[in-house]
């Protein structure tokens, strides 16, 4: 009977542990900050491990720090030159300083999409299309440099952060695409040109020689095959050179 009576009691401790470890404990993970408040004031930042809380007083908020990839997607931003543009965007970031992430904005992540779509607004905005087509290279530069102040005193850090796709309306597609097809064009007719001008250059360079060495014409007729060749031989006799 006293044994049945400590099994009970043995379960009815592991019960009771249990229920205070969920209840007056948390877990702050390796990926995680804990940042801890007594009566709504902040008073610490915790590493990993697990920390007891009996006071109702005492909270832990945790912050996940692992890199995070962001996707913002298809955004209308009109040009210089008010074409309408859907441009989406790929961002890569950590957070570096729960406390500023945290106290700062109510939501960090919202922050970060919202300071990254007007830097590209401000960005796209300033350019008409042939420029946004020739410095397309460098808008994930601008775009970084636009954000990266910003974004910091968020307590976040960028990692990459560069345009993903953009398309353009419809009509202008088909423009692109006449005008890629008369580039091609214009290339081909380029190079038959090319061949055409060197071809006559040649021309050119053979009748200057045969004009100042006529007699390097003679000597061509004799290399040509099937020619027949009269040399100053007695009359009646003509030479013939094989063909």
């Known amino acids: 009977m006293n044994i049945f009576f400590m099994i009970i009691l043995g379960i009815l401790g592991w019960i009771a542990m249990m229920y205070l470890i969920s209840k007056y404990s948390i877990i702050v993970f390796e990926f995680e900050k804990g940042l801890k408040y007594r009566r709504g004031k902040f008073i610490g930042l915790l590493g990993p491990g697990t920390y007891w809380i ?32 859907k441009i989406s ?3 890569k970031y950590e957070i570096i300083d729960p406390l500023a992430a945290t106290h700062k904005v109510e939501n960090y992540i919202e922050a970060f999409y919202a300071i990254v779509q007007l830097a590209l607004r401000d960005i796209i905005g300033a350019l008409k299309m042939d420029d946004l087509l020739e410095q397309r290279a460098g808008l994930n530069q601008k775009l970084l440099e636009s954000t990266t102040g910003q974004v910091e005193e968020l307590g976040i850090k960028i990692h990459v952060l560069g345009i993903k796709d953009i398309m353009f309306p419809g009509e202008l597609k088909k423009i692109f695409s006449k005008v890629v097809e008369a580039q091609k064009e214009g290339l081909a007719i380029l ?9 006559l250059r040649n021309l050119v360079n053979v009748a200057k020689v045969l004009e100042d060495h006529p007699a390097l014409l003679h000597l061509r007729a004799l290399q040509s095959p099937g020619n027949t060749v009269v040399l100053g031989a007695p009359q009646g006799v003509v030479l013939v050179k094989d063909k």
């Open 89 to 91: 965007i790929s961002a």
């Open 54 to 85: 009996f006071s109702r007083f005492t909270t832990i908020k945790k912050i996940d720090i692992r890199p995070r990839i962001m996707t913002i997607p298809g955004q209308e931003v009109l040009s210089a030159d008010n074409v309408t543009l």
């Open 191 to 199: 190079e038959r040109t090319r061949g055409e001008t060197a071809a």
